[in-house]
T-cell receptor
Framework: QKEVEQNSGPLSVPEGAIASLNCTYS??????FFWYRQYSGKSPELIMS????GDKEDGRFTAQLNKASQYVSLLIRDSQPSDSATYLC???????FGAGTRLTVKP | GAVVSQHPSRVICKSGTSVKIECRSL??????MFWYRQFPKQSLMLMAT?????????EQGVEKDKFLINHASLTLSTLTVTSAHPEDSSFYIC?????????????FGPGTRLTVT
């Protein structure tokens, strides 16, 4: 079983819709979780970090963590074409990345 | 603040030669740096963790004699791909963890695209 699993997608949503990205992890002892955005040919940039169960909101982005179910999700509200990228879920300080989900927001 | 640079950004080399990639933290000190490799349409794979003044820790399956890592100062780590082959062609990304910063804090460099012909 992979340490971090994501729906590989691709995921396509219309502009203005909510994009939902999901990630599950295997290490029940994990305490920190991160969502990165990566544009093609570029290095990842941190969008959100979450450490406690529940929701964490930052602008149009909301991270949700459920440690009992071992999943973390990222919601993007009012999706914009500029949100089109690959989103990577990472777990723990040593940054084990999921495979990434490619998101396309269509105008 | 918290800028990490990599040099070169792109490099093309012939099979059998060696290539050195530099990773620098420009405005902070980094005791720990990480090296990742990313193949097209795949995720980042951690290759090794580099600690200043000590030997790097390599992930399982990564050949330490092929991918030489030197973290000689608090702002510089280098990755040398020795005897490069076409299958080593990839996007190499480093990240740096600030000394004394949060345990899970790290900043990524812009990446180096290596093509071996």
């Amino acid at each position: 079983q992979k340490e971090v699993e994501q729906n590989s997608g691709p995921l396509s949503v219309p502009e203005g819709a909510i994009a939902s990205l999901n990630c599950t992890y295997s290490d029940r002892g994990s305490q920190s979780f991160f969502w990165y955005r990566q544009y093609s040919g570029k290095s990842p940039e941190l969008i959100m970090s979450i450490y406690s169960n529940g929701d964490k909101e930052d602008g149009r982005f909301t991270a949700q963590l459920n440690k009992a179910s071992q999943y973390v999700s990222l919601l993007i509200r009012d999706s914009q074409p500029s949100d089109s990228a690959t989103y990577l879920c990472a777990v723990r300080g040593d940054m084990r990345f999921g495979a990434g989900t490619r998101l396309t927001v269509k105008p | 603040g918290a800028v990490v640079s990599q040099h070169p950004s792109r490099v093309i080399c012939k099979s059998g030669t060696s290539v050195k990639i530099e990773c620098r933290s420009l405005d902070f000190q980094a005791t720990t740096m990480f090296w990742y490799r990313q193949f097209p349409k795949q995720s980042l794979m951690l290759m090794a963790t580099s600690n200043e003044g000590s030997k790097a820790t390599y992930e399982q399956g990564v050949e330490k004699d092929k991918f030489l890592i030197n973290h000689a100062s608090l702002t510089l780590s280098t990755l040398t791909v020795t005897s490069a082959h076409p299958e080593d062609s990839s996007f190499y990304i480093c990240s740096a963890r600030p000394t004394g910063g949060l345990a899970y804090e790290q900043y990524f460099g812009p990446g180096t695209r290596l093509t071996v012909t």
